[in-house]
């Protein structure tokens, strides 16, 4: 499996991943969250930021079921879905992640007909990697 | 007088292009030198009077080498664009500006790819990830086909777009082809059937949503207008051009997008009728970049043919054929001619307003051209 290569914004979104946490970067002046994380606010270019603990309620904004070929590891666990879960309480936060029958479930583990837009979903953690199981 | 320097200051004079194959034997610098050759044959003009070039970051062949192999003068211009097939039009583009500024005189513009041969990112799993893959490759979500079957699939729930009108697009593209004896897809007929019942490769698409791995080149010549009065062949007038990135636009997986599925294509559309003197309406034939068959939709909107979410709809009754509202990649396009990243659409533009395209459109005087929508894209209109 790939495991995320982080870069200098991107990795306290792991840090907290890894303790379990979802957090979201945002703006420590004008408080606008912003995803994926980057050095500046795009409202106000102020470069004080924070990260913001949400709930981990979403909804899925839309899903795709990959087939091979894939790369190995995930060749095997295919079809499996891949979705995009918009935030409940920040809805243009979007993360890409996969819905799965329970925490530490594999990717394929959940029928991909079950997957709706619009199903409700809660995070769960997986070896310092979000998924989401539904509500 | 903003917008006026370009507009019809500069024309396509030459183009050429190797044959198109999942295998070609050579390499992808000698399919560069042989595409530009052929392009430079074609306008009538030797090597040595090149002064200005123009490909894409992700080509291969660089300036040097290209320059120093088929023997071009000393250059005063040269660019190179990027984000893949996004790129295809902004190389013209560029060698437009720089011949209407006077930075040069004949410039050529050129992309050779072997991806019909050559190896499959996919296939390797110790390949580094770029950061922004941080928030998508650990989930699976690995391939442009991945990528935009995610916008494709909001797209159809927000819209009502259907898998008939992803076939309304192959089958054009495929109908084309098989006119098209240079196609890869010649003689190879799609049907209702097989586009239903083909393999996914990532639901919602299929097999046939998808382009063509291709080995081949392509080139094409850029003059002055004066100077193409002199050319062996009719010019093709470039009418207008733009680049488009829009505000907060994060490449192919755009979800972060307050609205994702208003893409780069809207904003070179803006700039790109703004100064021009002719709308949508009056466009005879277009060449949509189509990696996807669910990109022509959305470039439909995007450059104003329909309204939004009437890019589904619009594919509806042959309007993609000839003979149709606005008949599309009249040599097949990326599905069914070839991949080349989108450069064989900008040859056949020129096709088809020199009249001597395999499905030519009669009396075709006007035609778009786009790059990739999805990525930072650019696009032409071009004229006879």
Not at chain 1, 48 to 62: D, K, L, N, Q, T
Not at chain 2, 230 to 235: A, E, G, K, Q, S
Not at chain 2, 258 to 276: E, F, I, S, V
């Amino acid at each position: 499996m790939l495991n995320p290569v982080t870069d200098t914004d991107g990795a306290p979104f792991w840090e907290y991943a890894a303790q379990g946490e979802l957090r979201v970067q945002a703006c420590a002046d004008c408080g606008e969250a912003r995803f994926p994380p980057r050095p500046c606010c795009p409202h106000c270019q102020s470069f004080a930021s924070e990260w913001r603990p949400v709930s981990g309620r979403g909804r899925v904004w839309s899903y795709v079921v990959p087939h091979p070929p894939l790369l190995p590891d995930y060749a095997e666990q295919a079809p499996y879905n891949v979705v995009v879960v918009e935030l409940e309480e920040l809805p243009r936060i979007r993360l890409v992640g996969n819905v799965v029958s329970r925490a530490g479930a594999p990717l394929g583990s959940l029928d991909p007909r079950r997957v709706r837009i619009g199903a409700r979903v809660q995070v769960v953690f997986c070896d310092g990697l979000p998924q989401w199981v539904l509500s | 007088m903003a917008g006026t320097g370009l507009k019809d200051a500069t024309a396509i004079v030459g183009i050429g292009q190797t044959a198109f194959a999942k295998r070609l034997a050579e390499d992808e610098r000698t399919l560069a030198c042989r595409a530009v050759l052929a392009a430079l044959d074609d306008a009538g003009i030797a090597p040595g009077e090149v002064d200005a070039l123009a490909s894409y970051t992700m080509e291969e062949t660089d300036e040097v080498e290209l320059a120093k192999a088929v023997g071009f003068g000393d250059l005063t211009f040269f660019s190179k664009v990027g984000y893949g097939g996004g790129g295809s039009c902004a190389t013209v583009a560029h060698l437009a500006a720089a011949i209407a500024s006077g930075q040069a005189t004949v410039g050529v513009a050129w992309r050779s790819r072997k991806r019909g041969s050559g190896a499959r990112p996919w296939s390797n799993t110790a390949v580094q990830l770029p950061t922004p893959g941080q928030w998508t490759r650990p989930f699976g979500l690995l391939r442009p086909a991945d990528e935009i079957a995610m916008l494709t699939r909001r797209y159809m729930h927000e819209y009502g777009a259907t898998r008939d009108h992803l076939f309304n697009v192959a089958l054009a593209c495929r109908n084309r082809a098989n006119q098209n004896p240079a196609a890869v897809m010649y003689e190879r007929p799609l049907t209702r059937e097989m586009y239903m019942t083909s393999r996914w490769i990532s639901e919602p698409l299929c097999l046939f949503d998808n382009c063509l791995e291709t080995d081949g080149a392509l080139a094409c010549v850029v003059v002055s207008r004066e100077r193409a009065r002199d050319c062996r062949r009719t010019p093709v007038y470039v009418h207008s051009a733009a680049q488009g990135l829009p505000a907060q636009h994060h490449g192919m997986v755009n979800y972060w997008n307050d609205d994702p599925l208003t893409g780069p294509a809207w904003t070179a559309a803006r700039h790109l009728w703004k100064h021009a003197d002719f709308t949508p309406e009056d466009v005879d034939v277009a060449q949509i970049y189509d990696a996807f068959t669910a990109l022509i939709p959305l470039s439909l909107e995007g450059y104003g043919f329909c309204g939004r979410g009437e890019g589904g709809a619009f594919t509806e009754q042959g309007a993609l054929e000839i003979g149709g509202r606005l008949p599309v990649n009249t040599g097949g396009g990326g599905l069914s001619e070839a991949y080349v990243h989108g450069f064989n659409l900008i040859n056949e533009g020129v096709r088809q307003l020199r009249g001597s395209s395999t499905a030519q459109v009669p009396g075709a005087a006007t035609c778009l051209v786009t790059a990739g929508e999805g990525v930072p894209t650019s696009a032409l209109l071009l004229r006879s």
